[in-house]
């Protein structure tokens, strides 16, 4: 397992004071920021894009900036995101033409790449492109939404994927999506999670180190 890293989703931050809003986030103790890209085509609402996330990294944030890409097709925003700043980025297997082709793409913009899968997503898109992937994605809702309730049965799959990393001896992350609050994100961090993003439970919240602090304390 990798050290514990908490990513706040901004999808749920302030859009009309991002900078401020993401900046506090982090002073209050989170590690990365998770950057929802939507396109209402591949999933049903419409968010952020490079531009955005250009401007966060000119307002001075300089941590890593974990792009989740929720879009198809994928592979023509890459370069755009790498250019803009992105560190990691992930993208759902369905909304490539050629899997292994986008993992290559991302590496070769200088990101880490990551594969994200939806609850109905089967892990066998893992089997032949794990060794390449620097973080797996498990999504514990329907992507779309912040705010959603998690899904219990990516526990499972989260201890499926925990144990073909291990298998693999790499140091490849394991972030869990959706749903994540101070109350469950220690029975995730249980079946194997590394990597927490959570959008509401945080930025919903009157005070975002009290929510931080509760995760950090919970997940060890
Ligand atoms: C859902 C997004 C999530 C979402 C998480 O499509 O990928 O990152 O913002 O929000 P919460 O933590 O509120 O479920
Ligand atoms: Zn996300």
Redesign the pocket.
């Known amino acids: 397992k990798q050290s514990p890293v908490i990513a706040p989703?901004i999808?749920s931050a302030d859009f009309a004071r991002l900078g401020e809003d993401t900046a506090k986030a982090l002073a209050a103790g989170a590690e990365w920021v998770?950057?929802?890209v939507m396109d209402n085509h591949y999933v049903p609402n419409l968010t952020i894009g490079p531009m955005v996330l250009k401007a966060l990294r000119g307002y001075g944030i300089t941590v890593p900036i974990?792009v989740?890409l929720?879009v198809k097709p994928v592979d023509r925003i890459v370069p755009d995101f790498a250019k803009a700043g992105a560190s990691l980025i992930?993208f759902h297997p369905e909304a490539s033409e050629h899997v292994d082709r986008t993992i290559g793409l991302i590496k070769d913009s200088g990101c880490q790449a990551g594969l994200?899968f939806n609850p109905a997503t089967p892990l066998n898109w893992l089997d032949h492109v794990l060794d390449k992937l620097d973080l797996v994605?498990i999504?514990s809702v329907n992507?779309g939404f912040g705010g959603q309730k998690f899904i219990p049965g990516a526990l499972d799959k989260l201890r499926e994927v925990r144990r073909r990393i291990d298998e693999s001896g790499r140091a490849i992350r394991l972030e869990v999506?959706?749903g994540v609050t101070a109350d469950n994100i220690g029975e995730i961090a249980a079946a194997g999670a590394d990597t927490f993003?959570a959008?509401s439970a945080i930025f919903n919240a009157p005070d975002y180190r009290t929510v931080i602090e509760a995760m950090h304390k919970a997940i060890g």
Request: proline share 6%.
């Open positions: 989703s999808l998770h950057f929802d974990d989740h929720m992930s994200v994605l999504m992507p999506d959706g993003v959008g």
